[in-house]
């Protein structure tokens, strides 16, 4: 079955930076767009990043954009999510989703202090 297994979260400081990893089996890996989803209490589920299956495309949120970057490593089953010059904003729940099938992993916590 599909299964998505993220890790890299943690706690950082303003200005800090994090590298989300997310491995993926059960499925096509190489043939699936991705994206990375962040859940906060306030917010719910809000999509931060998603990108094609090739890689080539990518779109980010507006509060994101410029400072978080996703890719993808096909030969090794792993999406990826950058995240530099972080923000007390971006802190949450942060999970990897197979956007065909909407399947999710169990979610990194990322927590940015001020």
């Known amino acids: 079955q599909v299964q998505l297994v993220e890790s890299g979260g943690g706690f950082v400081i303003r200005g800090g930076s994090l590298r989300l990893s997310c491995l993926a089996s059960g499925f096509s890996f190489k043939d699936s767009a991705m994206s990375w989803v962040r859940q906060t209490e306030l917010l719910g589920r809000r999509l931060i990043a998603s990108?094609?299956?090739?890689?080539?495309?990518?779109t980010y949120a507006n509060s994101v954009e410029g400072r978080f970057t996703i890719s993808r490593d096909n030969a090794n089953n792993t999406l990826y999510l950058e995240m530099n010059n972080l923000e007390p904003e971006d802190s949450g729940i942060y999970y990897c989703?197979?956007?065909?099938?909407?399947?999710y992993g169990q979610g990194t916590q990322v927590t940015v202090s001020s």
């Open positions: 989703r197979r956007v065909t099938g909407d399947h």
């Open positions: 990108i094609g299956s090739r890689g080539i495309s990518t």
